[in-house]
């Protein structure tokens, strides 16, 4: 690992084998590149980032995986968007994906294969959040596979709600050649599910299991029910794959998420993200999870590439 200089910032580098991950941990906790060296010489792009002129703005950089924390996507209250209600009835403001993106983290071990990074709860974390906890963030880098875990306790006196997930930007496609339409997705077997204009859930596209990147139906989508608790993606040869596993046991838990969607149709990169459970979580309680006091919950998702 090697402290690296980067728009005026100081970011972290790590050189395993013929892998490269960059990562600020300090904003956000961002990983934010992960390359690999083929046998050839050429280097392909796992993770996506994204060429920028400043960092002032690094959780709306769309690249890398922003951490989702305490809840994923939008919240609503009651049908309002940007709100949620806790167990007591208090309505409490909740920014889209949470807090923790753009939140300060403080740098707690740092080692040759990766770090760990807790969450400084700033004025907005404690306004949304009001609750005494510890949040942490630790990666762990092998040369074609991470592991990412979440570790929320509870320090306070009353249960912590939760359903936190990752935002992973991975580049697509891997070689000048191919197209998005080059590439497909193989999903476990489940069902669907869309979020509607007031926060509920409601049913998703019928999808096959192995489905063109270039679906349109596959954006925005989460897929729910999974019999197995990986998805894998690549080129329809099956020359290379990446495996998103979601949580560490399978089948998982029937609300753990995995969610399909990207910014445009040609953009250079797509999102397969691992989540605990579909968005707006503390209203419909699907993938809610809840910390007691002084105990110690654990969120873990690995990627692989073959």
Known sequence: MEAIPYLDH?????QIGGATFLAYPEAGARLMHWSLERADGSTRDILH????????AIDKVRGGNPILFPFCARSFDRGEIGYWRDRTGTRRPMPNHGFARQGRF????????GFTATLEPDETARAAYPFHYEFTVAYRFSERRLTCEFTLQNLGDQPLPWCAGHHFYFA???TEQHRRSDYELLLPSGRTARQSADGALIDGPDLARRVSLADPALVDTFHLGLAD???????ADHSESIAVAVGTVTPPDPDATLVTWSVTPDAPSYCVEPWMGPPNAPEHGRGLRHVAPGLVDKFTVEVRIS
Do not use: H, K, M, Q
């Open 10 to 14: 100081t970011i972290r580098r790590w």
């Open 49 to 56: 980032w994204p060429e920028l002129a400043s960092l002032d």
């Open 106 to 113: 403080r740098l707690t071990d740092i080692e040759d294969y």
């Open 172 to 174: 697509v496609p891997w």
């Open 229 to 235: 608790n990986t998805v894998r993606f690549g080129p």
